[in-house]
């Protein structure tokens, strides 16, 4: 995927693309990131690829495209040390970090651009389109319900893209050390400060195996837990059974999905806690998702 996202934006940037960033998730990897063009300096990508840890061939993959793509290599395998990386290597804004294992094309990423840019926003995601083909029947029924969750439908979580302005990004420049550092981009901004851009759309391969979305489900209920302290009062990032029952409520025909959610959701907590008590947290990566 990396290396057709990459061959859209260096053919894009000779017709005076905006802006666009790439970032890594190799197979063996939790890769990060990153970004930008200013649309004053003309037909510019500052283009930077962060390889941590990866054994996928994806460093030879963007190293193909020459000076346009910059590589990045570490074998420290954290998605914030990645990020950091980035970050340090380009003072371009508006700034883009993109997951490599997602699929997004230049327009998608100009728009993004233009979100952060002149149109006042601190922070801008894609829509998410979620291909589930080769997903078995648990995985669909999990998502089906956790699309229409509130942080999920109308925030930054789970898109695998954001973008960010110059001053949102001085919001979160200092990246802590975090599990989920989705959550962390989505709580740095209020409701009114972030959008959800229509005009791209990212498309996101979940799990093909329940095993991994378990994995998925307890890396992301530790996250939560790490950073319940930053949720702002009122905002709601994890599934309430306020919440789950409401959705139920106006859809009933839904049960057996929201059957197949709450065992999907309780399962990682279980797993996040007792992790949590043997002090045994790591990364959890789910494979069965990367082509």
């Known amino acids: 995927m990396i290396g057709r996202l990459l061959a859209e934006i260096v053919r894009a940037d000779t017709v005076g693309a905006d802006i666009a960033g790439a970032d890594t ?4 990897t939790v890769g990060a990131d990153t970004v930008g063009a200013d649309a004053a300096a003309g037909p510019l990508f500052d283009i930077v690829v962060v390889c941590n840890g990866c054994t996928d061939g994806t460093a030879e993959v963007a190293a193909r495209f020459g000076p346009a793509v910059r590589v990045l290599e570490t074998d420290i395998p954290s998605k914030i040390n990645a990020l950091r990386l980035g970050d340090a290597a380009t ?6 970090y993109v997951d490599a294992d997602i699929e997004i094309n230049a327009v ?6 233009a ?10 995601g ?10 078995p029947w648990l995985v669909r029924a999990y998502y089906s319900v956790w699309a229409r969750l509130p942080a999920v439908s109308s925030g930054l979580v789970g898109r695998g893209v954001v973008a960010v302005s110059e001053a949102g990004h001085r919001r979160i420049a200092v990246l802590p ?4 550092d989705d959550l962390y981009l989505h709580l740095a901004f209020g409701p009114d400060e972030r959008t959800v851009v229509t005009a791209a759309r990212a ?17 992301a209920s530790l996250g939560n837990a790490e950073q319940a302290s930053a949720r702002p009062a009122g905002e709601t990032t994890s599934a309430s059974a306020r919440t789950v029952g409401g959705l139920l409520l106006s859809n009933p025909r839904q049960a057996p999905a929201v059957a197949a959610f709450l065992a999907i959701t309780a399962g990682g907590r279980v797993s996040a806690r007792a992790r949590s008590r043997r002090g045994t947290v790591g990364w959890l990566r789910d494979d069965s998702s990367r082509a």
């Open 25 to 28: 998730v190799g197979a063996d």
């Open 91 to 96: 003072d371009v804004f508006p700034r883009i």
């Open 108 to 113: 998608g990423l100009r728009a993004l651009a």
């Open 115 to 124: 979100a952060v840019g002149d149109g006042g926003h601190l922070a801008a």
């Open 126 to 135: 894609p829509e998410r389109a979620l291909n589930l083909a080769g997903c």
């Open 177 to 180: 050390n975090v599990v989920n």
């Open 203 to 219: 498309t996101i391969r979940p799990p093909r195996r329940v095993a991994d979305l378990l994995r998925r489900r307890t890396r």
